[in-house]
């Protein structure tokens, strides 16, 4: 059974950090693409940061040099740092992961985790 255990959200003041932390099961997390989306009430969900089964990592333009996505393939888990958190912050943050099986995409997402940023 795939499961994505999401972990980590909560309410911080802006200026201050969060660690956000997905654990999966249940599928190949060595070889996944794991990624961290958000999503505001009454907007899109939208890419925060991902990082390749080889560690290479992209980001979304709004976090740049505040956010740090890592992964810990032992634990099968991947971290969202966030740090200078900004009020902007503020959404349901979701996991996901995503292989291609056979060349077809194949995607999981976590349940998700609330980050509210106090001003």
């Known amino acids: 059974q795939v499961q994505l255990v999401e972990s980590g959200g909560g309410l911080v003041q802006a200026g201050g950090s969060l660690r956000l932390s997905c654990t999966g099961s249940?599928?190949?997390?060595?070889?996944?693409?794991m990624g961290w989306y958000r999503q505001a009430p009454g907007m899109q969900r939208d890419l925060v940061a991902r990082i390749t089964s080889g560690g290479i990592t992209n980001y979304a333009d709004a976090v740049k040099g505040r956010f740090t996505i890592s992964r810990d393939n032992a634990k099968s888990t991947v971290y969202l740092q966030m740090n200078s958190l900004k009020p902007e912050d503020t959404a349901d943050y979701y996991c996901k992961a995503h292989q291609l099986r056979n060349g077809l995409p194949w995607t999981w997402w976590g349940q998700g985790t609330q980050v509210t940023i106090s001003s």
């Open positions: 249940g599928f190949d997390f060595n070889s996944t693409t």
